[in-house]
């Protein structure tokens, strides 16, 4: 299995809603990442879980919160958002973060609309 | 800190066309670089990469080459195809700021039959 699987693929909420992302992985990798794409732009990275551990929070609003339960499995919680945050959001995975093991593979992403 | 620039596009070309898109870059120690390209509608997808000076990275008749002399890494393809319509993203990683990627502006390619 060589994908990063994520759910779902469009997703339209409120400002006052809560919804999360979900993202999955079963290549073993130990890293993985949220990153943000607004159109036209090149995505941006959010957060970064390494071995199951927060290590980069890139100043993310904390109406995004990111959780990873177990090595296979991230989600990005999304609560109160506002309509700037409609974007794609890419969840991506790695064998790890050093030298030589950072080859990004990514999902196909969630399109978020903030009504 | 470490910046990536490419040709703004879009670019337009003939099926069977020669392409070339331009990225250069700046960055502290010894980088490894890449390009992803991302089709409509998907997220990114790697398409070649290379780790140190002179290396060449090539996929699917796609050839970049790791120039540390013009901190160039550009993209070619001998002839493209209809197929090929993508924005194609060139990205550094920096060995010594951890190995996060920093992205260049991205290039939209159309190819008209």
């Known amino acids: 299995d060589t994908e990063v699987t994520q759910t779902p693929k469009h997703l339209v909420m409120g400002m006052t809603n809560k919804k999360s992302l979900k993202c999955e992985q079963h290549?073993?990798?130990?890293?993985m990442y949220w990153y943000k794409q607004k159109a036209k732009k090149p995505p941006e990275l959010m957060f970064v879980?390494?071995?199951?551990?927060?290590?980069i929070n890139e100043s993310v609003p904390s109406r995004f919160s990111p959780e990873c339960p177990n090595s296979s499995l991230l989600n990005l919680h999304l609560h109160a958002l506002q309509p700037e945050d409609s974007a794609l959001y890419l969840c991506?995975?790695?064998?790890?973060?050093?030298?030589?093991?950072?080859?990004?593979?990514f999902g196909a992403g969630s399109r978020l609309t903030v009504l | 800190g470490d910046s990536v620039t490419q040709m703004e596009g879009p670019v337009t070309l003939s099926e069977e066309a020669f392409l070339t898109i331009n990225c250069t870059y700046t960055?502290?120690?010894?980088?490894?670089l890449f390009w992803y390209v991302q089709y409509p509608g998907e997220g990114l997808q790697l398409l070649l990469k290379?780790?140190?000076?002179?290396d060449k990275g090539s996929n699917k008749g796609f050839e970049a080459t790791y120039r540390k002399e013009t901190t160039s890494f550009h993209l070619e393809k001998g002839s493209v195809q209809v197929s090929d319509s993508a924005v194609y993203f060139c990205?550094?990683?920096?060995?010594?700021?951890?190995?996060?990627?920093?992205f260049g502006g991205g290039t939209r390619l159309m190819v008209k039959p």
């Open positions: 991506a995975s790695s064998r790890g973060t050093g030298p030589g093991a950072n080859v990004l593979t």
């Open positions: 290549m073993g990798h130990r890293a």
């Open positions: 879980y390494s071995y199951e551990k927060l290590s």
């Open positions: 960055a502290t120690g010894y980088p490894s």
């Open positions: 290379a780790t140190k000076a002179d």
């Open positions: 990205a550094l990683s920096d060995n010594n700021a951890g190995n996060m990627l920093t």
